[in-house]
């Protein structure tokens, strides 16, 4: 009989969003009649940008004459959005890239799950405390993580990202093989410094450490003291892999386009002692098991940078800056501490004392039934915040506001 990978067992309970959502599904049948305002999840809830509409449209055309349809595309992405992601993305900060070290994929997501599979069980994984859950799930499922003791993997470090360092986590102590950074962060929605993602760098370089740079919030960041790509600091095109993505920049959460950009120089070790490079074996994996986004959205992607697509997205961004200027404020105004909301569409908020994360999330679900995520979720550190997202439409984020004001907390 066929046996389970054990390193399921080791997960624990469901996926956070997906745990939540089962949650307020419970709460709307007993409930049938709330109005429910969702501010859990980042999902976005502005329409595509017309430019992007537009290119869709064109290409689903394309699709339906025999010599413009288009069957199998390359799994690394058509070259017209590599090449435009390096134009746009890149070349304006003074970054040079190849075309074959971007590779087009449907989801920031599913590349930082994924791309841990290029990695021996064997490697030590640092992970900051609140994370991004997939970070964690996904190296669990690796064989990475030990056994979970105490509220913690025994094999992955934490590191621990709060008020009191101001949400920029020290060094491992010892060296660890892989390092995960989300800059702008999710769930903190706060930024590291360019002098500390170059502090960073360094550390890494110095340590043999591979860095996942997950910057899927860049087009949020307002600050001039960060960076919006990791390869903008010297050195970590021999370090670092970039996860970036259409889902928040440009509303893409349904429509799936994202990419990753794994460098040449970026070499680590074999078994016996030999260099090998990342670069042709995350593209010997995505040929093997992926067989590439559709040509329709890639089209749709490649719009984002067109004149009218660029300006339209920048609209939807500052429309869900406003929302998150709106929670922060009036977060304030009744007495709650909150961070993040200025670089990134996510308000990490202290839960009021005495409360725990998830009892905070439940009040706010049965008393004013609205969404939010507990920051317990994201991790042991993340206990005694939670988050909420800008991304509702401004109406839901105004009356949330004004709900939250009722609890008089
Ligand atoms: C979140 O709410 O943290 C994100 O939407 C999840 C994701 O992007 O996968």
Redesign the pocket.
Known sequence: MALVNENYSNLQSSYL?ANIARKVAEFQKTHPDADIIRL????VTQPLAPAVIESMHKAVDEMSQADTFRGYGPEQGYEFLRQAVIEHDYKPRGIQLDIDEVFISDG??SDVGNIQELFSAHNTVAITDPV?P?YLDSNVMGGRSGQFVDGKFENIVYLPTNAENSFSPAFPEKRVDIVYLCCPN??TGTVLTRQRLKEWVDWCKTNDTVLMFDS?YEAFISSEDTVHSIYEIEGAREVAIEFRSF??TAGF?GTRCAYTVVPKDLVINTANGEKQALNPLWNRRQCTKFNGVPYIVQRAAEAVYSEAGYKQTREAIAYYKENARIIREGLEAIGLTVFGGIDAPYIWLKVPTGMTSWEFFDLLLEKVHIVS?PGAGFGPCGEGYLRL?AFGSRENTLRAIERIKTLKI
């Open positions: 969003f859990g999840i980042g999902d920031a997501k991004y997939v999710n769930p899927a889902s928040k959460t995520t997202t």
